[in-house]
């Protein structure tokens, strides 16, 4: 079966979709994007990730072609025409089709992409066996909040992960864990307590991490939101990223030194048992 895109208005086979050569999403990255884990071949989360879509084009101020529902249909119906059960939905908005010139253009449609990829999460062997992570500069603008299409640092620094073995890069500012090249950064700390980043135009909004809040708090488990080093991120007792097509993976080593024992941590397990049995759970997932 050839794989099936979306590409304004139209679904078709992906050999067959055409962006223009003068796109600004080609040109200047002007665009921005969301991707949506898939599990039995449901969006899990839509909602919430529709509306960072929402703020992402308002901060950026391209017009959105399509109302909540009309991106849910399409969303959908991509998913139901793949025949994916389990992975994610990626969609870009780009500002169009344009003469090249950095001023915004007028009269111009917005561009929407959008294509699915399979992917094993729930069973994923990096879910049992953790990953590595390298840490890197953080090289990115100052607007991480919005979830650009420009990628260039991000492409820069997980390479830079892969090339040292690892599977991940934690950006570092100041001394100071951002977050990962496209995923939350957590550590738990020898006194049991849960570490993020707050939020901030540092970085990006997570879904995945947003929700985690929300679950843990519903079993008394406390997330504290404050800034980590990377040396604490050497000395904790359990590390784990967040994504929406991750869920909850735990992170084993970091710079090449083991987390604790070097196995997944027992917190980090049960955070991860807690987003799959809402994203398993009908009427949750639909949200
Ligand atoms: N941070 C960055 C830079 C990302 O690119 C992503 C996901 O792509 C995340 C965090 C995790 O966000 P979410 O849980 O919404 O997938």
Redesign the pocket.
């Known amino acids: 079966m050839s794989r099936i895109v979306f590409l304004n208005g139209s679904f078709l086979p992906v050999e067959e979709a055409r962006v223009p050569f003068m796109d600004r999403g080609f040109l200047f990255g002007d665009g921005v994007y969301e ?1 949506i884990g898939v599990l039995g071949g449901r969006l899990i989360e839509n909602e919430a ?1 529709l509306e960072r879509l929402e703020r992402s084009l308002r901060e950026v101020r391209i017009p959105n072609p399509y109302t909540r529902a009309e991106w849910t249909a399409f969303e959908e119906e991509i998913v139901r025409r793949n025949g994916m059960a389990e992975g994610f939905v990626y969609f870009q908005v780009t500002r169009g089709v344009a003469e090249r010139d950095f001023f915004f253009p007028e009269n111009t449609r917005p561009t929407v992409a959008m294509f699915t990829q399979a992917k094993a999460i729930v069973h994923a062997p990096a879910a049992q066996t953790g990953i590595a992570v390298v840490t890197v500069p953080d090289q990115r603008w100052a607007r ?1 909040d919005i979830k650009s299409i420009s990628l260039l640092a ?1 492409v820069l620094a997980k390479q830079a992960a892969k090339e040292a073995g690892a599977q991940e890069a934690w950006m570092v500012e100041d001394g100071f864990v951002t ?6 950064a957590f550590i738990v700390t020898r006194q049991n307590r849960i570490i993020v980043r707050p939020l901030s135009q540092a ?2 909004p ?4 947003q929700s985690l809040f929300r679950l843990a708090a519903e079993t008394g488990i406390v997330l504290e939101e404050r800034l980590f080093t990377v040396e604490e991120a050497y000395e904790a007792a359990e590390a784990f990223l ?4 991750n869920f909850v993976l735990p992170v084993v080593s970091i710079d090449g030194r083991p987390v604790a024992d070097g196995r997944p941590g027992q917190l980090t397990k049960r955070l991860r048992e807690l987003y799959l049995a809402m994203a398993t759970a009908p009427a949750l997932a639909a949200e």
Do not use: N, V, Y
Not at 179 to 184: M, N, V
Not at 206 to 209: A, D, F
Not at 242 to 245: D, F, L, N, R
């Open positions: 991707g990730h991480r991000q977050e990962g090249g496209s995923s939350s970085i990006l997570g879904i995945t991490r967040t994504s929406a097509s």
